[in-house]
């Protein structure tokens, strides 16, 4: 069985910083890319960062660049997304996802070229 298992989340005062952890089991995602999207209650799910299987090139939304950085070990299909200078805005349920088909250079952020996507993992920033 295919799964993306998210942890990491939590509270966190403003100026804080967290750690996310995707762990992919059930098959290799060395040659995925992977992505973080968020949603908050109400509202639609967003991207948020993505990192490409070749090079590791990586892709965040403008509301992030800057404070978050994506990365991944391939060798224990792990990918990771560590927040700094957090903000009442982050608050949102962070979900992991994987793009099996990616295309050349380009680094999909839209959720639909994402086919495989974990439970999520709720991060609140307290004021």
């Known amino acids: 069985q295919v799964q993306l298992v998210e942890s990491g989340g939590g509270l966190v005062q403003v100026g804080g910083s967290l750690r996310l952890s995707c762990a992919a089991s059930g098959r290799t995602f060395s040659r995925d890319d992977m992505g973080w999207f968020r949603q908050d209650p109400g509202k639609e799910r967003e991207f948020v960062a993505a990192?490409?299987?070749?090079?590791?090139?990586?892709k965040y939304a403008d509301s992030v660049k800057g404070r978050f950085t994506i990365s991944r070990d391939n060798a224990k299909d792990t990918v990771y997304l560590q927040m700094t200078s957090l903000k009442p805005e982050d608050t949102a349920v962070y979900y992991c996802a994987a793009d099996p088909n990616p295309f050349g250079i380009v680094i999909h952020t839209s959720q639909v070229a994402y086919d495989y996507w974990g439970q999520g993992t709720q991060v609140t920033v307290s004021s």
């Open positions: 990192i490409s299987w070749a090079y590791g090139r990586t």
